[in-house]
């Protein structure tokens, strides 16, 4: 299928995300402690989905689900599995569709060992890409300034060690692939792209270079309402959350260099920017750390769509769409007018940015399903499989195997301080979440015993 009239062309898309970065940690959602202008304006130009969330806060599992639009249970059920060889991804859908597509960074979908090495120096071969025409990556790297990317194959295969920071040195990689293509274009000889960036920041360690990090020291983090006052967590939190900012204030600025780097290609104007996270972080919010748990700073993640000005008749603002990690690659092929195909599972929201395109919003589900399939065991994890769900109406509901663990009423308990999954007051209300949160286990397949009531 050729593309390369204009006129016929459909537009590109890329994603941007980071890992472990918490929705409430920007500028454009209400966070004072961090200063995200480049992020701030994408969202001010495109739609913010500020109820957006990771359904398996957890890397690999999550990671999965983006590519594929399956649940987790169905595709990578927890840390450290590999991506099912057989199971196609969205890149697939856009290469049948004449799309050129290519990936830049942090992969962890192909099972590697960690108690076997190191992952830096893991070779992912390249018919376990996930379809991309252009791959360059690593499975996993939790040391900024000693990361090893590799790509190609046979005798043009490579690995190397990149000479900086990780998110720069990746937006650098990028960068010269948005600039390829807007030499293609304008010679008139170029395909539309789906490209992806998925960097490591803000992941622990919380380390950035010494120019986002000198305005962030311990003392002048303002912590969550939820964390308690225990001087051990209080001071933990704001020790990692001052590296936390840094790096997140550094994606922002590469943010702002790969939308430059689309003016300059005159792309700028045909290209959809998701930017979104693979699942939050904990930082404290409730004595807790890191991800795996339900509570809002783990599974609530900044999701947006925008670009300069990509077409007539977009929408722009806030949705309040319950967009999930399996909802992802869906809405995105949504925005290119591509069907979803029948192996997704997600729901296509594109129509909270482009009007009549995806689902209509009568149609689309009225929660979300929430899941830990098989839990890691690491240190500040929740060591017990769960399930939950979260409704339009604002209501969430996790239990673990044979009992009910938490109940929420987000509206007015944003911070879930009120537990309220034991109280008899509220047992009505916990049978009806129950019975949705069954309905969810039956729709898709999932095995789990639930409480009884």
Known sequence: MSMNSAADRRPNVIWVFGDQHRAQALGCN???????????????????????????????????????????????????RRLPEDQPTIANVF??????????????????????????????????????????????NNSPWDCWVHGGEGEDAFHYRLPGFETDEMTNLFID???????????????????VLSVQAPHNPYMAPEAFRREHTPGNVELRPNVPPIARVRDEAQVNLSGYYAM????????????????????????????????????????????????????RVP???????????????????????????????????????????????SSHRLPGRGRAEDDEPDSAYLQSVIPTGHGHSIDKPWRGIITKDGWKFVCFEGVSWLMFNLNEDPYELANMAHNSVYAGKRAELLGKLREWIERTGDSFELPEN
């Open 95 to 140: 290469n049948e569709e004449g799309y050129e597509t290519a990936y830049f960074g942090k992969w962890h979908l192909d099972g590697f060992q960690e108690s076997e090495g190191r992952g830096a120096y893991h070779i992912v071969p390249p018919e376990r890409r996930g379809g991309f025409r252009r791959w360059i990556g690593y499975e996993n």
């Open 248 to 299: 997140i204030e550094n994606l922002d600025w590469n943010l702002g260099r790969i939308r430059e780097s689309l003016r300059e290609a005159g792309l700028d104007l045909d290209t959809h920017i998701v930017f979104f996270s693979d699942h939050g972080d904990m930082h404290g919010s409730h004595g807790q750390f890191h991800k795996t748990s339900p509570w809002e700073e783990a599974i």
């Open 303 to 349: 999701f947006m769509i925008g670009g300069e000005r990509p077409f007539y008749g977009r929408i722009t603002g806030t949705s309040s769409a319950l967009l999930n990690h399996v909802d992802v690659a869906p809405t995105t092929l949504g925005l290119c007018g591509i069907e979803t195909p029948e192996w997704m599972e997600g729901t296509d929201y």
């Open 177 to 195: 692939y948005i600039r390829e293509r807007g030499e293609e274009q304008k010679a008139g000889d170029a395909n539309s792209f789906f490209a």
């Open 30 to 80: 209400g966070d004072s402690n961090v200063h995200t202008p480049n992020i701030d304006n994408l969202a001010a130009g495109g739609v913010n989905f500020n109820r957006a969330l990771s359904g398996f806060p957890l890397c690999c599992p999550t990671r999965g689900s983006l590519l594929t639009g399956r649940y987790p249970h169905h595709c990578v059920p927890g840390h450290e």
